[in-house]
């Protein structure tokens, strides 16, 4: 299951899991001066986390070597369509909050875009 590089824009390595060398597919978009931060689950080309589990930690790692802030940042994961027959398979957008960026803590909260709104963030 190869991705195709229409999902992302570089290949970002970061540490996953106990530091194992980690990718995903990263996009940045900035509409209005909002940056939308968007990770790609590479699937077997990545050798360590995925973006889910990777959480919190690569979306701080992504902030501090693009020069982003946290706390202004939209963050989405991408589930890509890999033209597989299976639908978990299918291509999904996910909105991650995470309670750390406002001095929580706990597990992010996930909500799947709707088809319109991701149309929207490539219009």
């Known amino acids: 299951m190869k991705v195709p590089e229409k999902y992302y824009d570089e290949i970002f390595e970061f540490n996953g899991s106990w ?12 509409k209005g001066g909002k940056k939308t931060v ?3 689950e590479l699937y077997q080309d990545n050798p360590g986390t995925s973006v889910t589990y990777a959480g919190y930690a690569l979306a701080r790692q992504i902030c501090e070597r693009k020069r982003l802030d946290i706390n202004d940042i939209h963050y989405l994961e991408c589930n890509p369509d890999t033209q597989s027959k299976l639908s978990f398979y299918d291509e999904e957008y996910f909105e991650v909050i995470f309670p750390e960026v406002t001095g929580g803590s706990g ?5 799947q875009l709707s088809k319109d709104e991701v149309m929207a963030l490539f219009a």
């Open 19 to 30: 530091d194992v060398l980690s990718k995903c597919g990263l996009k940045i978009l900035d």
């Open 38 to 40: 968007i990770v790609t």
């Open 107 to 111: 597990r992010a909260t996930y909500r």
